[in-house]
C-alpha cells in the first residue's frame, strides 16, 4: 500500500459500525433472575445472543487500491489517513494468528487472506437472481454467469460490504465477542491426554523420550491440529450462529484433533462428551463451514466423521 | 476473558501469553515447590495478563523449527550446538547461558512433544529433524538435521499445545488487557506491580504482585519491513526502559534474508533448508562467494549482509508487484525442489507466495527482502530468569537482581543469541529460559506466599509498594482521561471521513518505521544513525507526546492502546540508536560502514543502556575464545 500514487483503481469499502453505551447507561434493568444463564451447559445460549446496545451506523470509505490489495490492507489505510476510530482486530496479517475473522460480504473469512479483487462487487446486479434462480452472494470473479457488470473504470471495482462475524455479539466496529467459542472449546478438555509412561533404558532407569507416532499416524489428525481458532466456520453455520445451543464446529474440531491422535488416551470420554443434543446431535450437516476454513480443513466432511465415530461406539 | 475480580495482592503476574510467558506459567504451576504450596493447602494466586488472546500471539508465526541435539536422524551433540551458538553470535553470547541453552533442549523439546506437539515424525515414529542455517555437526565441519519441526507450522503447534496445557492447569488469564506501567520500588530494588488497561472496559487498573515476569515479545514494528505482527511493539522492554532498568545489547535486530518482496512476510529458512537457492538479477547464484562452505544456508546476518551487497552492487531486481520501483530484492529460485516434496514440507511457504504473491514458486523465482526479524537484545536476565541491574559507581562490575521481576523470551536478553541469533534458538529460547524463570518464581513464591495461613496480619511491608502501584495507575488514569477528551479537533473523524485529518499513532509508527528503517536496517553509520537521533528528537517524539484519541468512548479504543504504543516504540528507538552509535565496531546483525571490523579489544562487551547512560558488561567466556568467523 505504500506506492498510493501508483494506485491503479478505487474501491469503497462499507462499514457496518458499532459503538457501544457508555458503561453508566446500562444496569437500569437487568437484575431479573429468570433473564440469565440457562441454555446450553456449553456456554453458549442465551448470553451470546443478548443484542448489543449502543449506537449502529454504515459508513463508507472510498480508497485507492490495487486489485491484489488486502481488504486488511485496505482498512489499515483507512485508519492510517481516514479515520483512525475504525476498531477491527489483526495481528499478524498473513493468515496464521486468526484475529481478524470478519463478515465480507455477509460470508465470514479473514480480512488479511481477502484481496479487493475477488470480494468487490458492483452493487445493483447481485440483489437479483441469476437465469438459474440463483442469487449471488459472493464469487464475484465468476463473470461469466454474471448481468454485464459494466465497464466503466471510473467507478472503480466496487464496493466491499463488512460486518462483525455472525454468530457472535458485537463489541465495536468489526470486533465481535468470540469468548464463547472459546469457552466451547475449553470446556471439551482441549489438550493431550496421553498415558504418561515413561520409557526406560535396558537396566530400568526412566529415560525421558518423546511418544512414538508414526508418520501415518500424524496424518490422520495433522490436518486438524492446524485450526487457529478464527471463528470461521462458526459464523458460516446457520445452526450456530442462528442461535441455536450448538458447540459448534470448532470445539468439535479441537474434540476430533485428540480423538484422531493416536497418543491421547482420552477418545470414550471426549466422545461421550459430545454425543449430547447440543454435540454432534445438533449438527445439521449444512457443510457451509467447509467453504472458507482458512487453514483449509474440510470442516463438514470432519463433522461427519466424528459423528460417525460417535455413533460407531 | 477476563478475571472474574482482580485480587489485592498476586503472588504472579505474567506479561504475555506467547511461547515464554505460557511456559513460564507451566514451569511454576508445575513445580515440585507450587505442588507442595497446594499440597499444604494454599493456592497460589497468578494471573497472565495479554494484550492478545493468548492464541493469537506471535510465536503461532514461527515457520521452521526448534533446535535441539535429539540425533534422531543422524548423530548430533549438545556441544556441537553450544558451540554454534556461540560461533552464530559472533562471540557476544554469555557462554554459561547458551551451554544451558544446548544442553537442555533435548529435554524442552521432548517435553513440548509430551505437551501435545504434533511434530513431523520419521519412519520409526521419533521428532524428525531438518537442517537449519548455522547448525553443524563436529564444531562448524558440516550442516547438520538439528531442527525439529511440524511442517512449517511449528510455532503455531507450540503456541497452541503450551496453551492447551494451561487451559488443562486452569490459568486464569487478563486477556486484552494492555500493561501500560511496571512498577518499582524508589531505588529500583523490588517489584510493586503493574497497571493494565482493559481494553473491553476501557479501565485502567492497579495489579499488585509480589512477582512479575515480563513476556512480551520483540519490537519488529521499529521498521516498516518486518516479518513481525502489528502487536510486536517492544512493549516490555519500553516498560523496563520507563521504571528506569537497562537495555542489553539493543543494538542488534536480526534482519531475516528472505521476506517476500516488500510485504516482510517471512518465507521460512526451510524453504534453503530444503534446496532453495538465492539468485540475484543476472541469475547467478550469489551465495557461494560470500559463503563457500555453507553458501545459502549461512548465519541470517551473512545471508542479509550478501543481499544487501548484491543489491548495493546494482545486481538487486525490483518487486514485480512494483515494477517502477527500488531494484531492493533478489530472487528465490525454488525450482529446484520437487513440487509433491514442496508442498508436503513447505506447505506455508508455499501458500504465502501463491496468496500474496500471485507465484508459482514451482516454476517461478520469488522476489525476497531482508525483513526485521528478532531483537537479540532486551532486558538483561541471569539464567534463571531474574533481571538485573549492572551497576556503576561503588557497585561497578556487578549484577543487581530486582526483586521480583523477571523476564523471559524475546524481550528478555540471557544473552544466548549474542550479535546474531540462529534460526531454532528462538522457539527453545523462549520455552527453556521461559521454563526456568517459572521455577525461579515457584521458589520465590513458596518463600512468601500470598495466602500464607501463618502470615503475620501486621506485616505492612507491603504498603509502600502498594501506593506506589496505586499512584502509578491514579497517574495513568488522569492520563487516559486527558487523552479521550474530546480537545479542539478531536473530534471531527468520528463522525465522518475528513481529508485532513490531523496526526494519529497509526501515521506516526509507518514515519517511525521509515526512518529507523532508513538508518539502521542491516547497515548503519555515524551519520545515519546521528540523522535518525535527529529526526527522533525533533519530530517524532513531539509527535508522539501530542497525540490524543480522534473518539471518546473508551471501550475497544484501539487507538488508546496505538498511542501508547507508539511512545513505546520512540522511546525503544531512540535506545536503539543510541546503543548502535556507541558501538564502534561491526559484530554479527550490526554492520556499521565507519568500523567495518570486529574489535575484541575494545567492544566484547554487552552494551547496558538506560536513560541514565550506557555502561560495557564483559561477555562470560567460558569455554570458546573468541575466533574469526567465517561460514
Redesign the interface.
Known amino acids: 500500500m505504500s506506492g498510493m500514487d501508483d494506485a491503479l483503481t478505487t474501491v469503497t469499502l462499507r462499514v457496518n459500525r458499532f459503538t457501544p453505551r457508555p458503561e453508566r447507561d446500562r444496569g437500569a434493568r437487568g437484575g431479573s433472575p429468570f433473564a440469565k444463564k440457562g441454555g446450553s451447559p456449553f456456554g453458549g445460549g442465551a448470553s451470546r445472543n443478548r443484542r448489543p446496545r449502543g449506537k449502529q451506523w454504515t459508513q463508507e470509505y472510498t480508497l485507492r487500491v490495487r486489485p491484489e490489495d488486502t481488504v486488511l490492507d485496505c482498512l489499515l489505510t483507512v485508519k492510517r489517513t481516514v479515520d483512525p476510530t475504525l476498531a477491527f482486530r489483526y495481528s499478524c496479517g498473513h493468515g496464521m494468528c486468526g484475529s481478524d475473522a470478519v463478515a465480507i460480504n455477509g460470508t465470514p473469512t479473514l480480512l488479511c487472506t481477502a484481496t479487493v479483487k475477488d470480494w468487490a462487487q458492483r452493487p445493483n446486479p447481485f440483489a437479483q437472481p441469476d437465469d438459474e434462480g440463483f442469487r449471488h452472494t459472493g464469487d464475484a470473479d465468476d463473470e461469466t454467469t454474471l448481468p454485464d457488470a459494466g465497464t466503466d473504470a471510473s467507478d472503480g471495482l466496487g464496493v466491499i460490504e463488512l460486518a462483525p462475524l455472525p454468530g457472535f455479539p458485537v463489541q465495536r466496529d468489526l470486533i465481535a465477542d468470540i469468548d464463547p467459542m472459546l469457552d466451547q472449546i475449553r470446556k471439551l478438555k482441549p489438550y493431550l491426554q496421553a498415558d504418561g509412561v515413561l520409557a526406560t533404558t535396558h537396566d530400568g532407569k526412566v529415560d525421558v523420550f518423546e511418544y512414538l507416532q508414526r508418520p501415518e499416524q500424524l496424518a490422520k489428525y495433522e490436518m486438524l491440529s492446524n485450526c487457529i481458532a478464527c471463528g470461521v466456520c462458526e459464523g458460516s453455520c446457520p445452526v450456530f450462529a442462528g442461535g441455536d445451543a450448538f458447540i459448534g464446529p470448532a470445539a468439535l474440531i479441537a474434540a476430533s484433533r485428540f480423538v484422531n491422535d493416536s497418543r491421547d488416551t482420552a477418545t470414550a470420554a471426549r466422545l461421550d462428551a459430545i454425543d449430547t443434543a447440543d454435540g454432534v446431535a445438533a449438527c445439521q450437516s449444512v457443510r457451509a463451514c467447509s467453504r472458507q476454513c482458512p487453514r483449509g480443513i474440510d470442516v463438514g466432511e470432519e463433522m461427519w466423521q466424528i459423528v460417525a465415530k460417535v455413533k460407531e461406539r | 476473558?477476563s478475571p472474574k475480580h482482580i485480587e489485592d495482592m498476586y503472588d504472579a503476574v505474567i506479561v504475555g501469553a506467547g511461547a515464554a510467558g505460557l511456559s513460564a506459567a507451566l514451569g511454576m504451576l508445575r513445580s515440585d515447590a507450587i505442588r507442595g504450596l497446594r499440597d499444604d493447602g494454599v493456592e497460589p494466586r497468578i494471573l497472565v495478563i495479554s494484550k492478545?488472546?493468548p492464541?493469537?500471539?506471535?510465536t503461532?508465526?514461527a515457520e521452521g523449527g526448534i533446535a535441539a541435539s535429539l540425533g534422531n536422524v543422524e548423530a548430533d551433540d549438545w556441544q556441537w550446538h553450544y558451540f554454534d551458538t556461540v560461533k552464530g553470535g559472533d562471540w557476544l553470547v554469555d557462554q554459561d547461558a547458551a551451554k544451558l541453552l544446548a544442553e537442555y533442549a533435548p529435554?524442552t523439546?521432548?517435553?513440548l512433544?509430551?505437551?501435545?506437539v504434533?511434530?513431523?515424525?520419521?519412519?520409526?515414529?521419533?521428532?524428525a529433524q531438518r537442517r537449519f542455517g548455522g547448525h553443524t555437526k563436529d564444531f562448524g565441519r558440516e550442516p547438520v538435521r538439528r531442527a525439529a519441526y511440524a511442517?512449517d507450522?511449528v510455532g503455531?503447534?507450540i503456541l497452541?499445545?503450551l496453551w492447551?496445557?494451561c487451559?488443562?492447569a486452569g490459568v486464569e488469564f487478563a486477556e486484552e488487557w494492555y500493561v501500560t506501567d511496571l512498577v518499582l520500588d524508589a531505588d529500583r530494588s523490588r517489584v510493586a506491580g503493574v497497571v493494565a488497561y482493559d481494553t473491553?472496559?476501557g479501565a485502567v487498573h492497579a495489579i499488585h504482585a509480589r512477582n512479575v515476569l515480563l513476556a512480551t515479545g520483540g519490537a519488529g514494528r521499529l521498521f516498516h519491513t518486518t516479518s513481525n505482527?502489528?502487536?510486536l511493539t517492544g512493549d516490555g522492554m519500553a516498560l523496563a526502559l520507563a521504571a528506569g532498568l537497562q537495555l542489553e545489547d539493543a543494538e542488534f535486530v536480526q534482519f531475516h534474508p528472505t521476506g517476500l518482496a516488500?510485504?516482510g512476510?517471512l518465507l521460512s529458512e526451510a524453504a534453503r533448508a530444503e534446496g532453495g537457492v538465492l539468485r540475484n538479477a543476472d541469475g547467478e547464484a550469489f551465495m557461494a562467494q560470500y559463503a563457500p562452505e555453507h553458501r545459502d544456508l549461512a548465519a541470517r546476518d551473512v545471508v542479509s549482509r550478501s543481499i544487501m551487497a548484491e543489491i548495493d552492487a546494482g545486481r538487486g531486481v525490483a518487486d514485480p508487484?512494483?515494477p517502477?520501483?527500488p531494484k531492493d530484492c533478489v530472487w528465490l529460485d525454488m525450482t529446484g525442489i520437487d513440487r509433491d516434496h514442496m508442498e508436503a514440507v513447505l506447505p506455508?511457504v508455499v501458500?504465502?507466495i501463491r496468496?500474496?504473491a500471485?507465484i508459482d514458486p514451482a516454476k517461478h523465482w520469488v522476489p525476497v527482502k531482508p525483513t526485521a526479524h528478532y531483537t537479540m537484545g532486551g532486558i538483561p536476565i541471569t539464567t534463571d530468569g531474574e533481571v538485573y541491574r549492572w551497576m556503576a559507581g561503588d557497585d561497578a562490575g556487578r549484577r543487581t537482581v530486582v526483586e521480583g521481576l523477571f523476564a523471559a523470551g524475546e524481550c528478555s536478553c540471557v544473552s544466548v543469541h549474542g550479535a546474531n541469533r540462529l534460526g531454532g534458538n528462538s522457539l527453545l529460547d523462549a520455552c527453556l529460559f521461559g521454563n526456568r524463570a517459572g521455577l525461579a518464581l515457584a521458589a520465590r513464591i513458596v518463600e512468601h506466599p500470598v495466602d500464607d495461613p501463618m502470615a503475620d496480619a501486621a506485616d505492612t511491608t507491603d504498603d509502600p509498594l502498594t501506593a506506589a502501584v496505586d499512584a502509578a495507575a491514579a497517574a495513568r488514569k488522569d492520563e487516559l482521561a486527558m487523552l479521550l477528551s474530546p480537545a479542539d479537533a478531536a473530534d471531527d473523524?468520528?463522525n465522518?471521513?475528513?481529508d485532513a485529518?490531523d496526526d494519529?499513532?497509526?501515521?506516526l509508527l509507518?514515519d517511525l518505521g521509515r526512518v529507523m528503517e532508513r538508518a539502521v536496517a542491516v547497515r548503519c553509520s555515524a551519520d545515519t544513525i546521528g540523522t535518525a537521533l535527529a529526526a527522533l528528537h525533533d519530530e517524532l517524539a513531539p509527535r508522539a507526546a501530542a497525540l490524543h484519541?480522534?473518539?471518546d468512548?473508551?471501550?475497544?479504543?484501539?487507538?488508546v492502546t496505538?498511542i501508547w504504543e507508539a511512545r513505546h516504540l520512540v522511546s525503544l528507538g531512540e535506545t536503539v540508536l543510541r546503543a548502535s552509535d556507541a558501538r564502534h565496531e561491526s559484530r554479527g546483525s550490526l554492520k556499521r560502514l565507519d568500523y567495518p571490523d570486529r574489535d575484541d579489544a575494545h567492544f566484547l562487551a554487552h552494551s547496558m543502556c538506560s536513560g541514565d547512560g550506557l555502561l560495557w558488561q564483559p561477555v562470560h567466556i567460558v569455554d570458546y575464545p573468541p575466533q574469526a568467523r567465517a561460514y
Open positions: 476473558m492478545l488472546q492464541l493469537r500471539s506471535h503461532g508465526s529435554q523439546v521432548i517435553n512433544e509430551r505437551d501435545g504434533a511434530f513431523s515424525r520419521t519412519d520409526d515414529g521419533r521428532i511442517a507450522r503455531h503447534q497452541h499445545s492447551q496445557q487451559v488443562a473491553h472496559a505482527s502489528w502487536d516488500h510485504t512476510i508487484k512494483d517502477d520501483g506455508q501458500e504465502t496468496k500474496y500471485n473523524a468520528a465522518g471521513a475528513s485529518i494519529n499513532p497509526y501515521r509507518a484519541a480522534h473518539s468512548m473508551a471501550a475497544f479504543n484501539q487507538e496505538a
